[in-house]
């Protein structure tokens, strides 16, 4: 998944507005950057992604940062929104792509990516429900400001240009 993870950061930000956007938006992201942290220190596992997208792995990926969150940013109530993200990451790469579950375990994901069209539909109704709870949290008088759709629209246009670059290659390197 690519755009939608976004999607639902602006959808936690829209349920709890104290938890900063770019913070939910690095959750939604954590097992990717953790991919590529590894990948860049040349640490290369089998299956790909064991120690990022695998069950055990982002259980401990979701708790690190939600008590990393709970105390840097003194917000108990908002930790359980911040793993919920986390956890949503793999999720959402279970539909899109293939992922370990866990170490000899089988790999499972629907891999929408080989048919990104279908990726496209999937991935643009997550941003748009996300961008529809974020949307809803502002005050009505700036609910249709130009920003609020250009965000929607730049979204839509990021996950469209990876989908067509899905479309000629397998996937997007991480590093
Ligand atoms: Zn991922």
């Known amino acids: 998944m ?11 930000h829209g349920i709890r507005k104290a938890i900063p956007l770019w913070l939910l938006i690095i959750a939604s992201q954590l097992p990717d950057w953790t991919d590529a942290a590894f990948c860049l220190a040349g640490v290369r596992t089998s299956p790909e992604g064991l ?63 080989r048919r990104p069209s279908i990726d496209f539909i999937f991935e643009a109704g997550v941003i748009l429900a996300g961008w529809m709870l974020y949307r809803r949290s502002l005050p009505p008088e700036r609910r249709s400001r130009e920003p609020v759709f250009t965000l929607l629209g730049a979204l839509l246009v990021i996950q469209a240009g990876a989908d067509v670059v899905l479309s000629f290659t397998t996937g997007l390197r991480k590093c």
Do not use: E, F, N, Q
């Not at 690519?2 to 936690?12: D, F, R, S």
């Not at 930790?79 to 793999?90: K, P, T």
């Not at 279970?94 to 929408?112: E, V």
């Open 2 to 12: 690519y755009a939608g993870h976004v999607g639902v950061a602006l959808g936690a």
């Open 51 to 113: 120690l990022s997208h695998s069950i055990p792995a982002v259980a401990v990926l979701a708790l690190i940062a939600a008590l990393s969150y709970a105390i840097l940013l003194r917000d108990p109530a908002g930790m359980l929104l911040v793993a919920i993200v986390v956890l949503s990451h793999v999720a959402g790469d279970y539909l899109t792509g293939l992922k370990p579950t866990w170490s000899g375990g089988p790999m499972i994901g629907l891999m929408l990516y």
